[in-house]
């Protein structure tokens, strides 16, 4: 496949709301960032990244708001005007919005997007969640945030994870085992995303963990997370396979009624 054949949709159903991570597919760009990179500070020429940001935005047929993003759990809420040309870039890592026509927006090339929708198309988030902003509990925030804007439980909510680093490439130390309580033995709750690869070294399932915090916080649908961005170089960037890497962006939005 190429172009946005490529890209991925989750597999949930909520009337109003449209939803997407794109791939390596379907850009302008060259080089480590062919071709659909949408990062603007990773070194790649600026006017392919806007072509790029231009095409993402006639996919969905709305206005991408993107953010700058710190591996924080600050969650904003936007509107029109934070897509408007010359509006400033918030620093955050997560978005929510209850405007038809405004894409919620992360970048991600290894980190984990996580997207959610409220019912009836009420309100949509997406989130941007590597390990730090993860264990510090970015999700919990960004679906306190959806429920409040969309006057919803969130039973009501349906979530989706994109592509992410796989379990089978992410090897970490004792310091993520720490911050998602699984230091404490094989009973902790988190024990079961990490596997010993020996050398006090563990492969950790960031979608798992992902999945996980959102069950627990109440979430019956929680979708997608099949897909490793470092073990399938052809569809997808990964930082840490590469270094110097474009980002894909996920993107969630209401449909203009």
């Known amino acids: 496949m190429s172009g946005r054949a490529d890209w991925l949709t989750p597999d949930w159903r909520v009337d109003g709301v449209g939803a997407l991570m794109t791939t390596r597919s379907g850009g302008a760009s060259s080089g480590p960032y062919a071709s659909m990179n949408v990062g603007g500070a990773v070194g790649d020429d600026a006017g392919a990244v806007a072509a790029n940001r231009a095409l993402l935005a006639a996919a969905v047929g709305a206005a991408p708001v993107f953010l700058r993003q710190v591996h924080g759990t600050r969650v904003v809420r936007v509107d029109a005007a934070d897509a408007a040309s010359g509006a400033s870039v918030h620093e955050a890592d997560a978005l929510v919005t209850s405007e038809a026509g405004v894409a919620c927006v992360v970048q991600a090339a290894d980190c984990l997007p996580v997207l959610l929708a409220a019912p009836e198309g009420r309100a949509v988030a997406a989130a941007h969640a590597g390990w730090r902003g993860l264990a510090a509990g970015v999700v919990e925030r960004t679906l306190d945030a959806l429920c409040e804007v969309g006057q919803c439980a969130p039973g009501k909510v349906v979530a989706w994870l994109g592509a992410c680093i796989g379990p089978d490439a992410f090897e970490v130390g004792d310091d993520v085992l720490a911050a998602f309580g699984a230091m404490s033995g094989p009973g902790s709750a988190a024990s079961a995303r990490f596997r010993s690869t020996g050398d006090r070294k563990w492969h950790a399932d960031l979608a798992g963990l992902a999945r996980d915090r959102l069950v627990a ?38 449909a203009a009624r």
């Open 217 to 254: 916080a109440g979430i019956a649908t929680v979708g997608g997370g099949a897909w490793c961005t470092v073990t399938d170089a052809s569809r997808f960037f990964s930082y840490r396979r590469d270094g110097v890497s474009g980002r894909m962006a996920a993107a969630v939005w209401i």
